[in-house]
């Protein structure tokens, strides 16, 4: 259930948002841009329906979405940029928080703030956070939508850990997970080797 986003554009935006010496404001348009492009496939199968319309010449056949909600929910606060970007392509999408940070010394998910929209269990969602390192946010956020009674779910992220992938799997292995790529391991404080680093600190300029 693992599909590794391989666009040239993808890899070539990966490849400078990895790098140590890539400032915020850049890091942020490309992390934007990378969410962007990723969007079309996590999208590639949406319904379609046939629609005429009227062009300046005549009348044309055309396909339009076939009326299928879907709510994007970013884990806070790396989420966020990630979300922007693919509210760029899909402006009619529903907008959900889930706030969750990783305890230094546990390693696991402390929730702190969800808002969601009231007919999220109707909506198709797409669950966004750039990294998947020890899975632990990622499990704990689709725990909270499945609560809501939210039954179709994907999960992407811009880098993931074997180890994440594992976890998210072996907890739900009903939700597909698309990424732009699967790294070495973690080290022994859950950070993703190579990785990119903290993708909050250096996107909002803070340690």
Do not use: W
């Not at 140590?20 to 841009?33: D, I």
């Not at 044309?60 to 299928?68: H, P, S, T």
């Not at 929910?73 to 989420?79: E, F, T």
């Not at 990424?179 to 973690?186: H, N, S």
């Amino acid at each position: 259930m693992v599909s590794i986003v391989e666009h040239p554009l993808v890899q070539h935006k990966l490849t400078r948002l990895r790098d140590k010496n890539t400032q915020p404001k850049e890091f942020r348009e490309l992390l934007s841009e990378i969410s962007s492009l990723m969007l079309y496939e996590v999208t590639r199968n949406l319904p379609l329906k046939e629609v005429e319309v009227e062009t300046p010449l005549g009348i044309a056949k055309g396909k339009v979405l076939d009326n299928k909600e879907i709510a994007i929910v970013p884990i806070l606060r790396a989420g966020l940029v990630m979300a922007e970007g693919m509210l760029q392509i899909l402006p009619s999408a529903k907008v959900g928080h889930i706030g969750l940070y990783r305890d230094p010394q546990t390693l696991q998910p402390v929730q702190y703030y969800t808002k969601l929209p009231e007919d999220i269990h109707k909506r198709e969602v797409i669950v966004v956070d750039p990294m998947l390192a020890t899975g632990g946010s990622a499990v704990a956020a689709i725990s909270i939508l499945k609560s809501k009674g939210v039954r179709n779910i994907k999960f992407v992220c811009i880098i993931c850990a074997p180890e994440g992938v594992e976890a998210l799997e072996s907890s739900y292995p009903e939700v597909e997970i698309y990424t732009a790529a699967i790294d070495e391991r973690l080290n022994d404080h859950g950070y993703i080797i190579p990785g990119l680093g903290d993708a909050g600190d250096r996107l909002f300029g803070t340690k």
